[in-house]
Structures are given as structure tokens and as C-alpha cells.
């Protein structure tokens, strides 16, 4: 059974940096997407990052180019979000998400508070 354990997040201020961690275990990865999304409160649920556990190709959404970078630690089983630059508006609840396909096991989600 996949088991997704996201850590990491906490408060911080405009222009700040945070480094979420995502601990995956259960599974061999190698043909897996990691993903991180994240959800604002009132908002939908929206990908941020996500990075090929073997290849190691990345794809980032827009609104965090630039500024977040996604990474992973093959010997570690662990899938890095390194987050600066940090805005309000990336405030919302961090989750960790892993697939083929499909993102089909989800972690339990880290709080990103960022105030201004």
C-alpha cells in the first residue's frame, strides 16, 4: 500500500523560502509521476510541479516558475519542493500525489501559510 507522508510546511513572510518533503514508501516507483498540488481555501485543488521518479523530467505550473523547484532523492524515496519567493497567494494546503496516469495515491497535505 502506497503511503504518501508530505512535511515541511509552516508560516512564514512575503519573500520567505520553504522545503516541503514528501516521504513515499510502499512501491516501487521507477515508472511514476510525483506531483505536488496544492488546494487555497474556497479555491479547487491545483497542480503545482510535478517531476518522473526515473527520468527525472519536470513540469511546473506558471504561476510558480521560477520560483519553485521540484527534486528527488531516488535513495531516500523522497520528493523534494523547494518553494521562494514566496506570495500570499501561495498560501493553501500542500499535497503530495503520486501516479502513472493518473494521480491515484495522495498524501494527507502540509499547510503553506504566507503572509504579507
Known amino acids: 500500500q502506497v503511503q504518501l507522508v508530505e512535511s515541511g510546511g509552516g508560516s512564514v513572510q512575503t519573500g520567505g523560502s520553504l522545503r516541503l518533503s514528501c516521504a513515499a514508501s510502499?512501491?516501487?516507483?521507477?515508472?511514476?509521476?510525483m506531483a505536488w498540488f496544492r488546494q487555497a481555501p474556497r479555491k479547487e485543488r491545483e497542480f503545482v510541479a510535478h517531476i518522473h521518479w526515473s527520468f527525472g523530467s519536470t513540469a511546473y505550473a506558471d504561476s510558480v516558475k521560477g520560483r519553485f523547484t521540484i527534486s528527488r532523492d531516488n535513495a531516500q524515496n523522497t520528493v523534494y519542493l523547494q518553494m521562494n519567493s514566496l506570495k500570499p497567494e501561495d498560501t493553501a494546503v500542500y499535497y503530495c500525489?503520486?501516479?502513472?496516469?493518473?494521480?491515484?495515491?495522495w498524501g494527507q497535505g502540509t499547510q503553506v501559510t504566507v503572509s504579507s
Open positions: 510502499g512501491r516501487t516507483f521507477s515508472r511514476y509521476f
Open positions: 500525489a503520486a501516479g502513472i496516469s493518473a494521480y491515484n495515491d
